[in-house]
């Protein structure tokens, strides 16, 4: 990924598509975090599915748990077993980089996110408790949230990735590893493994629906 002129070059999701489907070069912990970002956006667009039939008025309460089971995956999920490895790679990145833009968009991005992640959730919590909240806001506040972090993610598969991978060496993403926070206890796999059946949950509901409208 080296040039010669020492600037980034960035790669498109195509292009890192077929490198990640290749696995040629690529460090384990990356691949991990590129197979993340295809699931979140998966994600992503059950969410927006179930949004849709929400604000359609179509939804009734089955719709309702899955709007926010899969705002209580976005919201858990990476904050627990993906951001903590891209916190490590963004710090260890700043020493190295002239490209400090990258690394604090990255790292605002992730903080953002959280907070507007809980918002959406609690208001939909309140919905579902039995309390008045407007739909266009509710509605309004969550597209945004979706849109935000697509953008997030589609900034690091295009930008941030190429970028780690034309800085970092094998030595560096072996260090990096190594220090990763390793999800290792019992009770951390389980929980993984809990959200893990979540958003399957989520996103084969999103498939069967459709489905079952396009027979
Ligand atoms: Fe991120
Ligand atoms: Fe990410």
């Not at 309702?64 to 916190?87: Q, V």
């Not at 909240?133 to 949230?145: A, E, I, M, S, Y």
């Not at 796999?189 to 399957?200: I, S």
């Amino acid at each position: 990924m080296a040039n010669n002129n020492n600037r980034p070059t960035y790669i498109g999701m195509r292009e890192m598509d077929e490198i990640t489907s290749n696995r040629a070069g690529i460090p384990a912990l990356l691949a991990q975090l590129y197979s993340d970002h295809t699931q979140l956006l998966e994600l992503l667009t059950a969410l927006d599915h179930y949004l849709d039939r929400f604000q359609d008025c179509q939804s009734g309460a089955e719709n309702l748990e899955l709007l926010l089971a899969g705002l209580d995956y976005i919201n858990t999920y990476p904050e627990k077993w993906h951001h903590p490895s891209e916190s490590l790679l963004l710090e260890k990145l700043r020493e190295r980089t002239t490209e400090k833009d990258i690394v604090d968009e990255s790292l605002l991005a992730h903080n953002a996110l959280v907070d507007q992640g809980k918002m959406c959730w609690q208001l939909f919590n309140s919905v579902a408790n039995g309390c008045i909240v407007g739909r266009d806001q509710l509605v309004g506040c969550t597209r945004t949230f979706i849109s935000e972090y697509r953008s997030h993610i589609n900034q690091e598969t295009a930008e941030l990735f190429p970028h780690l991978l034309m800085v970092f060496g094998p030595d560096d993403w072996q260090e990096v590893e190594r220090i990763t926070p390793e999800i290792s206890s019992a009770l951390n796999k389980l929980m993984k493994q809990d959200y893990e059946q979540t958003r399957e949950y989520v996103v084969s509901g999103m498939k069967r629906e459709a489905a079952a409208e396009n027979p």
